[in-house]
């Protein structure tokens, strides 16, 4: 069962050196010097593997959208973070799985609609965590 959130935050804050923002803003950052525009707000909350989270994003046919997942790896290293982007019909406009401690994913529209980006985390066997500290940001070209 998918619990549908729209929590988006825009935090001034300086995030910690490990922490799940600094992540996905350092694997952001060659996207952004090649165009990209990162959008300022972005979903912050936990993660598990035994329940995902999902929301709905707004996305324009033209552009390229290129999603950001990232979780603390203080939390439990060797954490596999799982994104996938569906549109209304339940078509899988991109996925991804990594292990630790970002995962991206771009998507291509093909007409402006919302989407659903659903997303989880699956700890390791034997970790004392199993729910992470994780942001989803966002951007497009």
């Not at 729209?6 to 694997?27: C, L, N, V």
């Not at 525009?37 to 552009?63: P, V, Y």
Request: charged share 20%; no cysteine.
């Amino acid at each position: 069962m998918l619990v549908s959130l729209s929590i988006f935050s825009a935090h001034a804050d300086t995030p910690s050196p490990g922490s799940a923002e600094r992540q996905a803003r350092k694997a952001a950052a060659p996207f952004e010097k090649s165009g990209m525009r990162l959008r300022q707000d972005f979903w912050s909350g936990s993660l598990s593997g035994a329940k995902g989270k999902a929301i709905r994003l707004q996305f324009f046919k033209g552009h390229t959208y290129r999603l950001f997942l990232a979780g603390d790896q203080s939390t439990a290293p060797g954490t596999r973070y799982h994104v996938m982007v569906v549109d209304k019909y339940g078509n899988v406009l991109g996925e991804s799985t990594v292990k630790g401690p970002v995962t991206t994913v771009e998507v291509k529209p093909r007409k402006t609609g919302a989407y659903l980006v659903l997303m989880r985390a699956e700890t390791p066997k034997g970790a004392k965590a199993t729910t992470i500290p994780a942001v989803l940001f966002y951007g497009y070209q």
